[in-house]
């Protein structure tokens, strides 16, 4: 069974973006870069909601990662209203299913809110991999929404980065 990892960036105080959506307060650094460039070579899909879509796309992304199979989960989009992405109107958590079940590489679940959050109430995700920024935003959109049981986890890694970035990578215990 292939392993969904979720991938975010977050500051201290576990916000994901400010209010209006800006991440204007991210770091991008030689050893992130690195860091990114191992773990593409372990993936072949990501999955990732509407909200933060868009937000990547406000970002300069293309949408799309080159090698990459890219999902986008939505219920406003239409369903070829996307180049080079697959938009999924279907129940995320039924089709994520399925998708792992799948024979291929590992997933990458990008972004934070409710479609993570259904993610982890079907116990669907295997590993948490942040990148926490030193700044503490006071507020803006939270990393995580409020879920209905505890989840365990197993630390991996844990490592400073530059810019005072730290890099923590978490297993989901089962």
Not at 2 to 26: C, E, K, P, Q
Not at 32 to 39: H, L, N, P, Y
């Amino acid at each position: 069974m292939r392993r969904i990892t979720f991938g975010v960036a977050n500051s201290l105080d576990n916000f994901i973006a400010r209010t209006d959506g800006a991440v204007d307060w991210l770091y991008w650094s030689d050893d992130v870069s690195a860091i990114m460039t191992d773990f593409w070579k372990m993936i072949d899909t990501v999955i990732i909601g509407r909200k933060s879509f868009e937000a990547a796309l406000k970002m300069g992304g293309g949408g799309s990662y080159p090698g990459v199979k890219t999902y986008v989960f939505s219920r406003t989009l239409k369903k070829d209203a996307l180049q080079d992405v697959e938009v999924v109107l279907e129940d995320a958590v039924g089709f994520v299913r399925k998708l792992k079940g799948q024979q291929g590489k590992d997933i990458c679940c990008m972004g934070g809110g409710a479609f993570a959050n259904s993610l982890f109430e079907a116990d669907l995700i295997d590993e948490i991999g942040f990148n926490i920024h030193p700044v503490l935003l006071g507020s803006g959109i939270p990393l995580y929404l409020e879920m209905k049981r505890q989840i365990n986890l197993e630390l991996l890694e844990c490592r400073s980065l530059k810019g005072g970035c730290v890099l923590v990578r978490y297993r989901v215990k089962r």
